[in-house]
């Protein structure tokens, strides 16, 4: 895999942008490698890991770490960050430092400090220990928090109730040619300004591509009891609001009558990622 250097960025040690920041390597992190630079990704993103425990990363030649940087050191520190191109960076998923159960998770708070403090607009994906310390982020510009307490508890508690979901998850959430996955797709230009309705009738329709529309996101105002959250400076922080199958209802904010904004995604079950925009083109929608 090539990684990407237009545009690139003058601040950090590599010049690269649009990549993948995983700050603490684990065993997990290895299966993340794995999945973001599987052969079915067709668009791969390179990844550059910031650690305390350099050693640690295996010294492969493994296609899947082809595009992997490394930089040592704290991934709290925001000289670190900067040279990991935090700036110029698509996602940064920080995983709890298995060393220290017991600090992980305040470790893992400065770590979100050290990013808003420099890209308050980076999808910030940050996996909890303790699911009792979720409100610690509240006033974080975190955008997904994965607590594997929680995830645990709750997929036990449906398979039992449904039998063979767990099968059902595992599929979705392995990324390989032979399963499927969700994807966060933009929205077709052309139905910006049209319902979720409209989108979901024309996908319906599609037979060459296994296709299946699930639900969308927007941005919204973050809030913690209906109060708008503010950072530090005193501005608002924003949030992607997800919604599943959305209701018929009209009544509802977020129902089917639901006009698309510029920004805003819709999710998709695909063996492949979807190009929808390309088919709605050859269709003339």
């Not at 390597?25 to 993340?32: F, G, Q």
């Not at 350099?54 to 991934?75: F, H, S, V």
């Not at 955008?143 to 508890?153: H, S, T």
Request: aromatic share 8%.
């Amino acid at each position: 895999m090539s990684m990407e250097r237009k545009n690139v960025s003058n601040e950090g040690d590599f010049g690269i942008r649009d990549h993948i920041i995983i700050c603490n390597w684990t065993e997990k992190a290895d299966v993340i490698v794995r999945q973001l630079h599987d052969v079915s990704v067709r668009h791969k993103s390179p990844i550059i890991v910031i650690t305390s425990n350099p050693e640690k990363i295996p010294k492969t030649t493994d296609p899947a770490y082809r595009g992997l940087l490394m930089i040592p050191g704290n991934p709290a520190d925001k000289e670190i960050l900067k040279r990991a191109d935090i700036s110029t960076a698509k996602t940064v998923i920080v995983l709890a430092d298995e060393d220290d159960p017991e600090r992980a998770d305040s470790k893992s708070i400065l770590i979100v400090l050290a990013i808003d403090a420099i890209n308050p607009n980076v999808h910030v994906i940050v996996e909890l220990m303790r699911s009792n310390n979720e409100m610690f982020f509240q006033y974080s510009h975190v955008n997904e928090i994965v607590c594997l307490e929680q995830l645990a508890e709750k997929l036990l508690a449906q398979s039992a109730l449904t039998p063979g979901l767990s099968q059902v998850y595992m599929d979705l959430l392995t990324q390989s040619v032979d399963t499927n996955e969700i994807y966060q797709e933009p929205i077709p230009r052309s139905f910006i300004g049209k319902t979720y309705r409209e989108i979901e009738e024309e996908i319906i329709k599609i037979d060459e591509k296994d296709v299946i529309l699930i639900g969308f996101s927007t941005t919204v105002e973050k809030k913690v009891q209906d109060q708008s959250v503010v950072n530090g400076f005193g501005n608002k922080i924003y949030e992607r609001k997800v919604i599943i199958n959305p209701k018929s209802s009209s009544r509802d904010d977020f129902s089917k009558d639901y006009k698309f904004q510029n920004g805003d995604t819709i999710f998709l079950i695909s063996y492949i990622e979807p190009d929808l925009d390309e088919y709605f083109e050859r269709k003339g929608l």
